[in-house]
């Protein structure tokens, strides 16, 4: 169970908001970042994708398996890398 910061009322850890006073929780706005996150991971991927496909792709292979880890990972852990901001 975690407080509302509004009106201090107890909810549920995955509330979306709080049933008194309809604020939004931490893991609503969590929710939203992740998202966002997981929308730049995948414009990324793209960029990658469409770069190569038009030949004007400028990393290497490596550079480009590291992008593509990197592009992967924010994906997977949206969630836990929206908690940094
Ligand atoms: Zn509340």
Redesign the pocket.
């Known amino acids: 169970m975690i407080k509302?910061?509004?009106?201090?009322?107890e909810?549920g850890q995955d509330s979306l908001s709080?049933?008194?006073?309809?604020?939004p929780t931490e893991e609503s706005r969590l929710r939203k970042k992740a998202l966002i996150l997981r929308l730049i991971s995948i414009g990324m991927f793209g960029l990658m994708v469409f770069n190569i496909s038009v030949g004007t792709w400028f990393a290497g292979p490596i550079e480009s398996l590291l992008y593509l880890l990197t592009c992967v990972g924010i994906f997977i852990f949206a969630k836990p890398v929206a908690k940094l901001f």
Do not use: L
């Open positions: 509302c910061a509004e009106c201090g009322k909810i709080c049933p008194e006073c309809g604020q």
